[in-house]
């Protein structure tokens, strides 16, 4: 089992920085693919960015150069996975979700195999 617990978010002012935490906590050590998604109320969720514990990492495009996400100790039982936002845009404001998936062999990561959330915490960006 994974449990997750977001936290770092708040209000930003356009142009500035903000870094997401999410405490990762496991029963098992190996490989999973870990991730930042986003919503927007009457949108769907969007994956903003995963790594898949072994360095490999994807952005959605509209964050490339922007975002950068990371963790301390991909494959440990106890780990911290972030997402540092620099040069904010409004349109980043969103409820931000960490997820990962079980443990597994992960060439990639698909989005239907985020089976476990954490509770979101909410961005603002104002103009």
């Known amino acids: 089992q994974v449990q997750l617990v977001e936290s770092g978010g708040g209000s930003v002012q356009a142009g500035g920085s903000l870094r997401l935490s999410c405490a990762v906590t496991?029963?098992?050590?190996?490989?999973?693919?870990m991730g930042w998604f986003r919503q927007v109320p009457g949108k769907k969720r969007e994956r903003v960015a995963d790594?898949?514990?072994?360095?490999?990492?994807?952005?959605?495009d509209s964050v490339k150069g922007r975002f950068a996400i990371f963790q301390d100790d991909a494959k440990g039982t106890q780990n911290t996975l972030y997402l540092q936002m620099n040069n904010v845009k409004a349109e980043d404001t969103a409820t931000y979700y960490c997820?990962?998936?079980?443990?597994?062999?992960?060439?990639?990561?698909?989005?239907?195999?985020?089976?476990?959330w954490g509770q979101g915490i909410q961005v603002t960006v104002s103009p």
């Open positions: 496991r029963t098992t050590r190996g490989n999973y693919c």
């Open positions: 790594t898949d514990g072994e360095g490999v990492t994807t952005y959605v």
């Open positions: 997820a990962s998936t079980r443990e597994g062999s992960w060439n990639f990561c698909p989005m239907n195999q985020f089976e476990f």
